[in-house]
């Protein structure tokens, strides 16, 4: 592997003032030099990665920037981003690494010691599974379900969804049933016409809409064009 040469990527930036000194790198004892963890800059900013080092060197864990990485740790991005982020340094051949999210880091964080490298922390996992555990487990979580259902009737949003979600509803139908909750206008027109909002509009309606829509502004301005937006459009 390349040498990662982090500090040549980006601007150099104004000296901060510390709170604590940078710690040193012979002052911290390596309990664990089996894995070597490299920390992207990428998305972190360079605050946040000094800090997650230093945190890491005292844990124990070895920190660098070499060819004796193992393990290369990034916060917010996405396995392509990594992987095109490591294509930028001329590094072609990425499976010699492990590519984690920020959360393996602070799994091991909290347990003072190397963690296995879970499924859930892998950026590989999409690749290798063609799936996302930790994805799947969001979709089939129950309080998800609730808010997407919710969410799919007019007028009711995040706020609203949170609030019916902790009165202990689930479906549309234990909300109908309350009534002791007030809707609002919007919101009884969504239940009012949900089947109707939630169908497709074929192609053939929206150009019907459109005629009707241009004709009665060229009523007023005959020359003004008018045009669909939206999926149609595309």
Same mark, same amino acid.
């Given at each position: 592997?390349?040498?990662?040469?982090?500090?040549?990527?980006?601007?150099?930036?104004?000296?901060?003032?510390?709170?604590?000194?940078?710690?040193?790198?012979?002052?911290?004892?390596?309990?664990?030099?089996?894995?070597?963890?490299?920390?992207?800059?990428?998305?972190?900013?360079?605050?946040?990665?000094?800090?997650?080092?230093?945190?890491?060197?005292?844990?124990?864990?070895?920190?660098?920037?070499?060819d004796s990485v193992?393990?290369?740790?990034?916060?917010n991005n996405s396995?392509?981003e990594v992987l095109?982020?490591?294509?930028?340094?001329?590094?072609?051949?990425?499976?010699?690494?492990?590519?984690?999210?920020?959360?393996?880091?602070?799994?091991?964080?909290?347990?003072?010691?190397?963690?296995? @490298? /879970? %499924?859930?922390? *892998?950026?590989?996992?999409?690749?290798? =599974?063609?799936?996302?555990?930790?994805?799947?487990?969001? +979709?089939?979580?129950?309080?998800?379900?609730?808010?997407?259902?919710?969410?799919?009737?007019?007028?009711?949003?995040?706020?609203? @969804? /949170? %609030?019916?979600? *902790?009165?202990?509803?689930?479906?549309? =139908?234990?909300?109908?049933?309350?009534?002791?909750?007030? +809707?609002?206008?919007?919101?009884?027109?969504?239940?009012?016409?949900?089947?109707?909002?939630?169908?497709?509009?074929?192609?053939?309606?929206?150009?019907?809409?459109?005629?009707?829509?241009?004709?009665?502004?060229?009523?007023?301005?005959?020359?003004?064009?008018?045009?669909?937006?939206?999926?149609?459009?595309?």
């Open positions: 592997m390349d040498k990662i040469r982090t500090p040549s990527l980006f601007p150099q930036r104004k000296k901060q003032k510390r709170m604590h000194p940078p710690i040193s790198l012979n002052s911290c004892e390596v309990k664990f030099s089996e894995l070597v963890i490299f920390i992207m800059e990428r998305k972190m900013g360079v605050t946040r990665r000094t800090f997650l080092m230093e945190l890491a060197r005292r844990k124990g864990f070895r920190v660098e920037n070499d193992t393990h290369i740790v990034a916060e396995c392509a095109e982020w490591l294509r930028g340094h001329k590094i072609r051949d990425s499976s010699r690494f492990e590519l984690l999210d920020i959360s393996w880091f602070t799994a091991c964080m909290e347990a003072g010691k190397p963690v296995d @490298s /879970e %499924k859930k922390h *892998r950026l590989t996992e999409i690749i290798e =599974e063609g799936e996302s555990s930790q994805a799947n487990d969001v +979709l089939t979580d129950e309080r998800y379900q609730s808010f997407k259902l919710f969410i799919s009737v007019f007028g009711v949003g995040l706020k609203t @969804s /949170e %609030k019916w979600y *902790r009165m202990g509803f689930r479906t549309l =139908e234990e909300v109908k049933a309350d009534k002791t909750l007030k +809707l609002s206008r919007m919101q009884k027109a969504g239940f009012l016409y949900y089947e109707d909002l939630l169908s497709r509009v074929s192609e053939a309606e929206a150009d019907a809409v459109s005629l009707i829509v241009k004709d009665a502004v060229r009523t007023f301005l005959p020359d003004a064009l008018v045009t669909i937006t939206g999926g149609f459009r595309r």
